[in-house]
């Protein structure tokens, strides 16, 4: 009777999230109560190809965890310019679990995409379960905020005056 | 007068006289009655004993018991006409109160908790109620038995009298004393009492920053001060008025002392008849009540005062504007503001508002923007009078806004708050909020009418609220025996539903097939895999049902379902089990949240143990918990593919059984039935929907809508759908539908004036674009508009568009004006594009 000893049975998809959710870096720290908590609190979702998962412009309080298949993010400025790729294993979203805020890209589905989704809402009330991990998940925030910019100023045109005027995110 | 200045003894002079003089009355008859049985004592002793007359024993114990009963009775009555005057009080000061509270200005609010204010209408206003009740009767009562025994002492013998009496004067001159310390005491306590329920008001209220932190020490020792302060104030508090009772009681029981010295001494001198000795004791005994009872008058009257005046001081503020206009009829106004030197002054010396001057025409639209802080809210409420401003003017058609009445602002006004509050109860009902208020000020003669289904349904859509509603409409149930001619209608749009989208939309619906196991529907539905028409069949009674248990044993089902039921619950509790049952985290367990903590004893009980190991009680609950088990929704276990094959099978089983045995008890699920347990939506698909993400719901709302239009069914749903009840605060709806149920209640009430206070901040951009449409095609030029705006691109379309910055206006004019200035917006606008790169 005991489920977790017993290897007969096919996994739910509980037992399935929570492994995934095991793998994201700005989870790592959690203790495994949060993290068992989450994986029960989020959901599945599939995308066909060329669906919309988030709109520019629009609010969207969730993150996204890319099970499998591949999308694009547009930024959708005059015409559609396509700014990158996510596939298989990506996190995307992260920030939206500590601010509601409306997306400034679009992210379409190019293949049939399966994610993990969860929303702010849900994060929020686990959050309250467990205040103490708050610390340790703005340190995963900001950590992943400064790398990205030590690679875009790796990368700085020092040609280009429009472009100084990008960076500098770190020091907000 | 307002309540606040009224005296404690105004309650007491306005209850209902009649029911005071009837209490007079009977008091009057009980203390008569109360002389009689010492009169009978002495009779009975002295002349039936004395002279050995059993006739006149039995006629005196006669009067006597008759006196007794009557008594007891009338004791009763005076009971029951006290509590009668005093709740009659209770609910006057109550509702009073709670009237004058709702109208004392907002700034009374910020230092005000809402604990203070429940501990004042709940338990503070209680002892005063008690005084009234008992305000005439109890002294009346006590003073008048009082004078009767004392009379009737005097009357056997006065010397006696005098002696017994002599310590009432002394009690009275002592006790006033003490009575004035335990005041002292008392007015402490209801002041740390109101800062303890202040204390905890604000802790629960910020329980979120306080789990957040972790600051359970902080707080438990900011509660404790006042605790422990509540805890001295009440022992001295006691103390002095147990201090009263003793030494009241002490004085009380020296009395039959000199009795005994003084009357035996006569007695054996043969001048006092042992008779009368008996009497006097036993008058000396009554004596003791009503004196008692005085003094306990005494102190509830004394606490009572305490209370009220504390309670009346706090409240003691004039509402800053009158309710209603005085001598006149309230003014119509067509909304010309004219705003002049405005300032505002917050304590502390704050300027939150310096020297704003502005002015609009009737009709005219004009967006306030600028950083937060820079005082665009507050100067959007110091025109609709929230705020009272301190220098400077605003006029609405000539009239100072701050002479205005509630009611002249009520009527001309629209205000759509930044958080926007949504009351408990239906939708329609909090649409209606607004016109209500108006329509329930004027009375019923004005003749106006609240709003047709047909404007509510047009405001709905205007502000983009008419699919939500219509998704609430279609979740709604319909009982068996209502509404056929739709029941009807619905079948038909079932079948053409199934006709036009099925295959499409056979990714976003399970259909209800009998040949498929339902992921989206509970184990017991895949059995019954029909509508019960009777109550032991319906979903929560099966697991009680010994038809069905016999059925399930006979399937093979009983013992894997128990099985599945301990494990669902195992995993719940391994999840779940130290958190608080907050209904968010039950949405994905079979579990509920009333019913968490009987499963997390149970799986502690049977942890370990084997199937055969469980009671009865024990597998009967897990029983239950597997027949509501949905795959597709309860994700923490999986549903063994062989329990499945087994349930498709036991379907079939069910049915065959249950045609031979009871007939009809079962309607099974068909194309052609209506199904009353499910919504109307899941009817319609015939089958459920497998995901709520926004994308599937638009799809089937699109080709639903569509349907529902040819069989002219759009607006009864609809209608449905308005009934959906919102929860406290609104909080079933999501922050864009609050946002739009409150612009909706203001559009419909169509006030000459309307103040939005970033009013559509929560909406998404389409949404957003509709309601800023409609504000310059239907109501410009109609109603003049100030709207609070955070979002740029939507003040193209505004008269007048003004900039603020700490408290002052600092650009005002057209866009292009302003732009052509290329002064600040030119900034904010230039600045916005660059910053979004």
Known sequence: ?172 | MTITKRPLMYWVKTSNLKLQILLLIVILVTVTTRVIPLEMQKKIVNQAIGMKKIDLLFLYCGFYLASVVIASGMKFVITYLQTLLGQQALTRIRKEMFDHILQLPLSFFRKTSSGLVVSSLVTEVVSASEFVGQAIAVPVTNLLTLLAFGGYMFYLNPLLACLSLIIYPIVIAIIPRMQRRSNEANKQRVDITRALSSKIGETISGIHEVHANGSYRIENRKYGVFVEQLQRTRITWTLYKQGIKTLNNFFQNLGPFTLFIVGGYLAIHGRFDLGALVAFLSAYDKLYDPWKELMDFYQTYQDASVSYVRLMEYYDLEPEHLTEPIDREPFPLKGAIQVKDLSFTVAGGIQLLKQVSLELNQGEQLALIGFSGSGKSTLAQCISQLYTYTGGSVQIDGHEVNDLTKRDLALNMGVVAQSPFIFDGTIKENLLYSCQAMLEDNGAESGEELPTLDEMIEVIQQVGLFVDILRFGLNALLAADQEAELVDKLIRVRENFQNQFGRDLAEFVEFFDEERYLYFSSVATNLIFGNPNKPEFTADQLANNQYFLDFLDEAQLKNSLISLGHQLAEQTMDILANLPPDEIFFQQSPISSDEFEDYRALVGRTAGARLHDLSEQEQHLYLKLSLRFTPGLHKIVALPEVVEKLILDGRFLFRKKIQQDHPGVISFYRMSEYIHSQTILDNILFGKPRTDHPKSQERINQSIIHLLIEEDLLEQIVELGMNFRVGTKGDRLSGGQRQKLAIARVFLKAPPILIMDEATSALDNASQKRIQNLLETKWKGKSTLISVIHRLDTIKGYDKIGVMKAGKIIEMGTYEELLAKKGVLYEFIHGAKTGAQ
């Open chain 1, 1 to 172: 009777m005991n489920s977790s000893t017993e290897p007969r049975q096919a996994p739910s998809e509980y037992q399935a999230n929570l492994e995934i959710l095991l793998q994201i870096p700005l989870f790592s720290g959690l203790p495994i109560e949060a993290l068992k908590l989450l994986a029960y609190l989020c959901r599945r979702e599939i995308f066909k190809e060329g669906e919309i998962i988030f709109q520019q412009h629009e609010m969207d309080e969730n993150a996204y965890f890319i099970i499998d298949g591949k999308a694009k993010l547009i930024l959708e400025n005059g015409g559609d310019e396509e700014i990158s790729e996510f596939s298989e294993s990506a996190f995307i979203g992260g920030l939206s679990m500590f601010y509601g805020m409306k997306r400034l890209f679009t992210l379409k589905a190019e293949t049939q995409v399966t994610c993990l989704m969860l929303s702010r809402e849900k994060f929020q009330k686990t959050l309250e379960q467990f205040p103490t991990i708050t610390g340790k998940l703005f340190e995963g925030l900001v950590k992943s905020i400064y790398e990205w910019e030590i690679r875009v100023i790796g990368e700085h045109d020092q040609d280009c005056a429009r472009c100084r005027g990008s960076i500098g995110v770190t020091l907000v």
